[in-house]
């Protein structure tokens, strides 16, 4: 047959046009593109192989290989898989050239239009048209396996394209494109290059497969010329998640894992997955055994690396693990996922999401085995990582059970283990219907702090928390086990209520003597807090501030703060220990005295040092340290 020129349809050519300026971001991607269909392409032959054995085909040596010629300026990408006939040539890399050049730009437009949700990568091979972002013509020679003649199409990626048949086609595809000039600036590199080109295939093919070879070497001299350079393999193969675990080596796993971790140290667990069915894919994934510097900065690359059927898609695919789970690193293989045009942003679609949630169950799953069978590496997860697993307290609810259950903190059960929830459930006292924390910057603030002495005098386990989110996760949770999660810096605690060496009318006799002081020191701290009462939690100190237990406390108010959110101020409950002398001087130097003026500042010192015993600031602080002078002065 002739060669036939076609022209492209004006609704091609501006699709053309939007291909190679502005659907990819990286131009290197066209190389992966190429090497993709070429792999597709020798899966189909030994698939059409098995299916019909009389097929004429071999299928011996299946291979992608790669030709570089600098002079030239061409490259070349060859396989002898499945090939393609005449007319196929037109129906699938001619697609957007025919009438479904219509159908493809309506249905990218709606798929813009629904966020993203497009699956079109493969559809109507757009893929192969990522080689014009490179090349000023491409050059496309073909036989289909089985049959005698081959097609030849060519086109500069403008308005035409021409088909003809050729005689001596080898069976395979070759895809040859005629480089543009190199321009740095515009980010497009001499891709005739053989450092280039194995950069590339390391980054995106290295485990496709089928091996990638390419003749690296310089042509050999005239005199030599019988000896032609032996090629090179560029890519691996070696995809660990697509072996059994009997077929690989522990180290083999771990230099993957520094490879793509970037880490130089072992990970402290290797996690396989591998989900059939209607959708399938394989997972390899790590945990760490110490957290990066960067965990918690706002630019920290998180996410595993995606691939599709062994080819490189995105390297932090945040889309697959929660953000909580931001330190797992590792490769999800995908045998079809839904991409974008450009492979390069994920659909937001049911197999995401159900990817998502299996791999998220499996790292929590294998976190509570370290920590049933492995005390000591589960340890070392929980200090590298417990504060990031926490966040998933707050943004999980789905998993927030399995988080609780692996979950440990500081008690004053221990000064050194962790304790977890269902531990402290089981060591609770008779008639304890709560789980006691409290909230600090550090162990020795917490401990210290007045909230403590009553539970420290009666022996009342307390959690110890100290980490930013612990603020938070407590009022989401609620209750572990049936037994709420209690502040012991909110609210009322009338521990005495369980105590037999306390009565009622003992309790009733005491809010009557101080009844005078409490409504006095009230009206003089009025703008400051809500309200005056008399102590259960204090044992040592004459004083404490507490918060009302459905208001935020200080440190959360802060938090916001700093975060940018405006909360209003709450006004928070200073309460006093009747059996402490100075209050029990305050209330006698109320009763007999008609001045009060010096009286209202020692109220207000108190209030300012039980501010201070909590880790706060006095609202004056220069009015706090004058007040404290004079008082010592008095005393010498």
């Not at 496309?140 to 021409?162: D, F, H, N």
């Not at 396989?272 to 510097?293: D, K, M, V």
């Not at 008690?411 to 006292?429: A, K």
């Not at 550090?442 to 307390?462: C, K, T, W």
């Amino acid at each position: 047959m002739p060669t036939s020129t076609f022209e492209f349809q004006v609704e091609a050519r501006q699709l053309l046009q939007l291909m190679i300026h502005s659907v990819y971001s990286n131009k290197d991607v066209f190389l992966r593109e190429l090497v993709s269909n070429a792999s597709d392409a020798l899966d189909k032959l030994r698939l059409e192989k098995l299916r019909d054995d009389a097929l004429d085909a071999d299928v011996s040596e299946l291979h992608i290989e790669i030709d570089a010629d600098q002079d030239a300026r061409t490259l070349t990408v060859r396989d002898n898989g499945i090939g393609m006939s005449y007319d196929e040539v037109g129906q699938l890399i001619g697609t957007i050239a025919n009438s479904g050049t219509a159908k493809f730009l309506q249905e990218m437009k709606e798929a813009q239009d629904a966020a993203g949700a497009e699956g079109l990568i493969g559809q109507f091979g757009v893929g192969f048209y990522s080689g014009f972002m490179v090349a000023d013509e491409v050059t496309v020679v073909t036989r289909r396996a089985g049959e005698s003649q081959g097609t030849r199409w060519a086109s500069r990626g403008e308005g035409t394209y021409t088909l003809e048949t050729v005689d001596d086609a080898p069976q395979g595809t070759s895809v040859t494109l005629h480089l543009k000039p190199a321009d740095p600036e515009n980010q497009l590199h001499d891709y005739t290059s053989p450092w280039k080109i194995k950069e590339i295939i390391k980054r995106y093919s290295d485990f496709i497969t089928w091996p990638i070879r390419m003749v690296s070497e310089p042509p050999a001299a005239a005199d030599d010329s019988d000896q032609a350079p032996e090629p090179e393999t560029l890519n691996s193969m070696k995809a660990l998640w697509a072996r059994s675990r009997e077929e690989v080596s522990d180290e083999e796993y771990h230099e993957l894992y520094k490879h793509i971790g970037h880490d130089w140290r072992d990970p402290l667990e290797t996690i396989r997955l591998q989900a059939e069915g209607t959708f399938e894919y394989q997972a390899l994934l790590f945990l760490p055994a110490h957290a990066p510097h960067d965990l918690f900065t706002r630019d920290f690359q998180r996410g595993v690396q995606l691939y599709v059927k062994r080819v490189f898609i995105m390297d932090d695919c945040e889309a697959l693990l929660p953000p909580y789970l931001r330190f797992v690193k590792g490769v999800v293989d995908a045998a079809d996922l839904s991409l974008n045009v450009s492979r390069e942003i994920l659909q937001q679609d049911r197999q995401i999401e159900r990817m998502r949630r299996r791999l998220t169950k499996k790292v929590l799953s294998t976190v509570k085995e370290l920590m049933t069978k492995d005390h000591d590496r589960y340890a070392t997860f929980w200090r590298e990582f417990g504060t990031a697993l926490k966040e998933g307290l707050v943004t999980d609810s789905e998993n927030r059970e399995t988080i609780l259950t692996v979950a440990s903190f500081a008690s004053t059960h221990h000064d050194t283990e962790p304790t977890t929830l269902q531990q402290y459930v089981e060591r609770m006292r008779d008639g304890q219907d709560d789980i006691y924390y409290l909230t600090g910057e550090s162990r020795q603030a917490i401990e210290n702090s007045p909230h403590m002495e009553a539970f420290r005098d009666r022996g009342i386990e307390v959690l110890l928390l100290t980490d930013p989110v612990d603020e938070v996760w407590v009022d989401a949770v609620g209750e572990f086990g049936g037994k709420k999660l209690r502040s012991v810096a909110k609210g009322e605690i009338d521990l005495d209520a369980k105590d037999e060496d306390t009565s009622d009318d003992e309790r009733e006799k005491q809010t009557e003597q101080y009844a005078e002081l409490l409504g006095w020191m009230k009206e003089q701290l009025d703008g400051d807090i809500k309200e005056v009462r008399l102590s259960s939690r204090l044992t040592v100190s004459p004083a404490c501030i507490v918060s009302d237990a459905q208001d935020l406390t200080a440190t959360l108010e802060n938090m916001y703060r700093a975060m940018g959110q405006e909360v209003p101020h709450a006004k928070r409950i200073l309460e006093l220990n009747p059996e402490h002398q100075l209050v029990k001087g305050l209330n006698q130097a109320y009763k007999e005295r008609e001045d009060r003026t010096e009286l209202a500042e020692s109220a207000e010192l108190l209030h300012s040092l039980a501010v201070l015993a909590e880790g706060g600031q006095p609202k004056d602080p220069a009015r706090f340290v004058k007040l404290m002078t004079d008082r010592l002065e008095r005393t010498l």
